[in-house]
Nanobody, 113 residues
Framework: QVQLVESGGGLVQAGGSLRLSCAAS???????MRWYRQAHGKQRESVAT???????DYEDFVKGRFTISRDIAKNTVYLQMNSLKPEDTAVYYC????????WGQGTQVTVSS
């Protein structure tokens, strides 16, 4: 089992940047981690993935703007978000991948126009 705690959300103007963090209660070595988001009234959607081997993948709507990374020594995954748009407004969650998926509680990101 692993607990995940997201932080770093907030209110930012369009074009601005935020860096989200996801701190895990134990080592994330060998674990694929994902960031998801859920806008009000919409389904949760995948945003970015970092595999156990360190490869990254992004949904088209964030490619070139968001960067997922990790610090295994700190048990932390990050999501650097640049050139934010109002449509990026959502609650952002990190999660483990695998047979059992663990989720954080989410952090709100609001982008004003």
């Amino acid at each position: 089992q692993v607990q995940l705690v997201e932080s770093g959300g907030g209110l930012v103007q369009a074009g601005g940047s935020l860096r989200l963090s996801c701190a895990a209660s134990r080592s994330i070595f060998g674990i694929t981690m994902r960031w998801y988001r859920q806008a009000h009234g919409k389904q949760r959607e995948s945003v970015a993935t970092i595999t156990s081997g360190g490869s990254t993948d992004y949904e088209d709507f964030v490619k070139g703007r968001f960067t997922i990374s990790r610090d295994i020594a700190k048990n932390t995954v990050y999501l650097q978000m640049n050139s934010l748009k109002p449509e990026d407004t959502a609650v952002y969650y990190c999660a483990t991948d695998g047979t059992t998926r663990y989720w954080g509680q989410g952090t709100q990101v609001t982008v004003s126009s």
